[in-house]
């Protein structure tokens, strides 16, 4: 990059300027082509660096990435078929859910009615066995009534 062996400073070099020169268009055969001239011929830039030594030639404009491939459209009749999909999913999970909530509240009112059962038995067997189990209470019959230290006799 550095040229070696030179008798004089980097800053002693001279400038030199080039200017394009056109090419002639080619001639084709089948049609007379006319010569057209370029808008404007682009201009021989110098740079002089921190260093002394010049370097020349053509602004160059940055490159241009290209440009993406546009992607293709996702059909109307895919996303259709996608959403059905979750949306059948998502009513199985929720009929799933509401299975098991039925199941577990069927469970629920099933063991209210056997302990309701219970309760109501048990209160139905103290009061069976109770009143059987001693006379010592008051028996009334309206049509022969005595009385006789507060109890009725018949």
């Known amino acids: 990059m550095f040229p070696e062996n030179t008798p004089h400073m980097p800053a002693?070099?001279?400038?030199?300027?080039h200017h394009p020169t056109l090419l002639p268009p080619a001639v084709v055969a089948s049609a007379p082509v006319v010569p057209m001239q370029p808008g404007a011929v682009p201009s021989v830039a110098s740079i002089v660096l921190p260093d002394g030594r010049v370097v020349t030639g053509y602004a160059m404009s940055p490159a241009q990435p290209e440009p993406l491939a546009a992607k293709p459209p996702v059909s109307r009749a895919a996303v259709n078929v996608a959403l059905g999909g979750v949306g059948f999913l998502a009513v199985c999970g929720g009929l799933l859910l509401l299975t098991t909530f039925i199941t577990a509240l069927t469970a629920l009112v099933t063991q209210l009615i056997v302990l309701a059962a219970v309760i109501f038995g048990g209160w139905v067997a103290v009061q069976v066995f109770s009143a059987?189990?001693?006379?010592?209470?008051?028996?009334?019959n309206i049509r022969k009534a005595t009385f006789k230290r507060n109890h009725f006799h018949g």
Do not use: L
């Open 12 to 17: 002693q070099r001279a400038v030199e300027v």
């Open 132 to 140: 059987s189990g001693h006379q010592g209470g008051t028996t009334v």
